[in-house]
């Protein structure tokens, strides 16, 4: 889950005691035990040596300012406008508003101002309208809205607080048709619509009854059919469908049986390819070429680490995809006439978004825009030149006191699980360390569980370790990145397996010789923040401190009060209540925080629909009640996850003078 009104009830619900709730990872192991071992991952990775970290030496290193790392801005979403400008949505503001960027880069223009995150942003072809998604304060239910190209007043062009209505968006060749999807307030069923931009007449195409997510991708060049893509609430399968606008007939095109996950990126401009991610056999996604006359999927460039399919260049005769290896990106063009990829000479890190959509085609093809950020690099927009090489910087959205130089360096570290299960991690070595065992250790786990902690700037992360504390960011099973069984080995087992994941993360750095085993902490949000109050309860004496952010604390109320879709997403991963009661209860951080040893700082949105409030309250009772230190800090409209500046910048102030307080403390 990454980044809604609940009730605020302060009822503590029972603690349910089970046999040897806590675990110390010293004793042997049961292989009986649940979840899954998954021995070697894809694909195997050589070992880290803990010998081999080092603490390089920097006379003038120096605690980079929490405030300036919030003022380093970053940006959710990005497009070529027709005219070779480029549309983008950062935080410049402390807001997520949208900008233009001139020509070969400048200061942005800004295009609207408001409270609430501008999300999904898309231009028409014709250039005279950009439309985007806005909800309040964080609660989840969008509404659509368009300004034109130039700047001017926003206009709603839904309105409905009942229902929300949300990108990804597709835009009809004409300008004049935009495809969404569609959610009733109380429904866990997402359906397909589309949205007349002259009349404002909204059409629901589908009328599905499952609990589905439908994502628009794109239009045929004709604006006969909508391209999208069906996925189940659980996230496990996706399939591509092709819908008629004019009677809402729908016929799949890829996934199915054969096929579990076939996600659709682009639809070439001539309508006769698609590009896909496309599961195989082993259980890694690659990115194919589906040429829609013939059925026959060309692989871009088939390797061992997952891939994403990407957008086509304007003449279709390009397409672009990108290679997540082992947290780090690199990029391919594929010729589609000649079948054949070559891989572009792009800065280290993240050069791609989630969605697929970046790198993107300029509108004469000759360039890319693409993100960029590594765990030393603020992020920006660059572009490539396709026929000279050259990258250029297109924003600068850091601050002078952001230094790269002097930021504390990050490597991908591979290591040994309790039971051999091999586990990659983001390490950010602070800078001037001895080698005497005296550091403190902060473990991030990340959200998700469906996700992937991968190297990108992190301001809080850059907030520690500019202040000397060791930090990893595991990917443990139940991550992204390495394979279908590798996503799944967490399933009912959530926070056991994976906890030893997280927990063999601090151990390397243990055997480095540089950090102290007392002063161990942990902070993460959502599955992250799960992650940190299971930590602290069944793991008592291994953890010093710890920082939890919108985390759920029992499965079973979170699911009850959770979103209709969140719902489905946490039944895929436990299983039924009703039918399971005992594995809700066993992976609950409320059966063992109890034990809790560690100061806690609880932080958390008012308004979140993922993780309601209510979590965030059962736990600071439940700690109180059993006089443990803990304290909270509840922000008034926000979501799942922190999005206002300010907001931001306190939490992080809270976090890292929580750890001062418990971590860097002679004990």
Same mark, same amino acid.
């Given at each position: ?30 292989? @009986? ?27 003038? !290193? ?5 405030? @300036? ?6 940006? %959710? ?12 949505? +950062? ?17 942005? &223009? ?14 028409? +072809? ?7 998604? /806005? ?38 060749? @004409? ?49 006969? %059919? ?12 996706? /399939? ?228 000397? #504390?060791?930090?990893? !960011? ?7 990145? %390495? ?15 994976? &906890? ?13 010789? #540089? ?24 793991? +008592? ?22 979103? +209709? ?69 509840? #922000? ?32």
């Amino acid at each position: 889950m990454n980044r809604l009104a609940t009730s605020r009830a302060v009822l503590m619900m029972g603690v349910c005691a089970l046999a040897a709730p806590t675990f110390a990872q010293t004793d042997r192991l049961n292989p @009986d035990r649940p979840g899954t071992a998954v021995l070697t991952g894809t694909p195997a990775r050589t070992l880290t040596d803990p010998r081999s970290l080092t603490s390089p030496a920097k006379a003038d !290193a120096r605690p980079v300012p929490v405030a @300036d790392l919030f003022f380093t801005r970053s940006s %959710y979403f990005a497009s070529w406008l027709p005219d070779g400008q480029v549309l983008m949505a +950062p935080d410049i503001t402390g807001r997520i508003n949208l900008w233009r960027v001139p020509k070969g880069g400048g200061f942005p &223009l800004q295009l609207q101002q408001s409270e609430d995150k501008s999300f999904f942003p898309i231009a028409t +072809p014709d250039g005279k309208t950009i439309v985007y998604a /806005s909800d309040k304060g964080g609660a989840e239910i969008y509404d659509i809205f368009a300004i034109p190209a130039n700047g001017g007043e926003a206009v709603n062009l839904t309105s409905t607080a009942e229902v929300t209505e949300s990108g990804p968006f597709a835009v009809s060749m @004409d300008s004049r048709l935009l495809a969404f999807n569609t959610r009733e307030k109380t429904s866990a069923t997402s359906n397909l619509a589309v949205i007349d931009l002259r009349t404002r007449k909204v059409r629901v195409l589908t009328d599905d009854k499952e609990a589905v997510y439908w994502l628009p991708k794109g239009f045929s060049p004709d604006g006969r %059919y909508v391209y999208a893509n069906r996925m189940p609430n659980s996230l496990a399968n996706s /399939s591509v469908w092709r819908v008629e606008v004019s009677t809402g007939k729908a016929k799949q095109i890829a996934g199915g049986a054969q096929a579990p996950f076939e996600a659709l990126t682009a639809v070439s401009p001539d309508g006769k390819l698609l590009s896909l991610t496309s599961e195989n056999a082993a259980g890694l996604r690659q990115a194919v070429v589906l040429d829609l006359a013939s059925g026959q999927r060309a692989a871009v460039n088939p390797g061992p680490w997952p891939q994403v399919a990407g957008v086509f260049s304007p003449d279709g005769r390009s397409v672009v995809a990108s290679a997540n290896v082992n947290g780090r990106d690199e990029v391919y063009v594929f010729d589609v006439a000649a079948k054949r990829a070559r891989r572009l000479a792009l800065p280290d890190g993240r050069v791609s978004d989630p969605f697929g959509l970046l790198p993107a085609f300029s509108p004469d093809g000759h360039q890319l825009l693409f993100p960029h950020s590594s765990g030393s690099a603020p992020f920006d927009y660059w572009t490539h030149d396709l026929t000279t090489g050259q990258t250029t910087r297109l924003t600068r959205l850091s601050l002078a006191s952001i230094d790269p130089d002097a930021l504390p360096r990050t490597s991908v570290v591979n290591y040994k699980s309790a039971d051999g299960t091999v586990v990659s991690a983001i390490l950010w070595m602070p800078w001037n360390l001895k080698r005497d065992g005296s550091a403190p250790v902060v473990v991030m786990p990340h959200g998700g569980p469906t996700y992937q902690t991968t190297d990108e700037f992190d301001r809080l992360a850059t907030a520690l370790s500019s202040r000397g #504390y060791i930090v990893i !960011a595991p990917n443990p099973r139940g991550s992204t990145g %390495y394979g279908r069984a590798f996503e799944i080995a967490n399933r009912k087992d959530l926070g056991g397996r994976d &906890l030893e994941d997280e927990a063999a993360a601090a151990k390397l750095l243990i055997a480095s010789g #540089y950090a102290d085993p007392k002063k161990i902490g942990i902070t993460g949000g959502s599955y992250g923040g799960f992650m940190t109050a299971m930590a602290i309860g069944r793991m +008592p004496d291994f953890w010093a401190a710890a920082v939890a952010q919108y985390g759920i604390v029992d499965w079973k109320t979170m699911r009850e009060r959770a979103s +209709p879709a969140l719902r489905e997403y946490v039944t895929a991963l436990l299983g039924d209540p009703a039918i399971d009661p005992e594995v809700y209860k066993r992976t609950s951080p409320m059966t063992y925080l109890r034990d809790a040893k560690a100061p806690l700082l609880v932080l958390q949105g008012t308004n979140d629909i993922r993780v309601p409030a209510f979590e965030a309250e059962q736990m600071v009772k439940v700690l109180k009640d059993n006089g443990r230190i803990v304290d909270a800090k509840f #922000y008034p409209e926000e979501g799942h996850g922190f999005v206002k500046r300010e907001n931001q910048i306190d939490a992080a102030v809270r976090t890292v003078a929580w750890f001062d307080k418990y971590l860097k403390k002679e004990r």
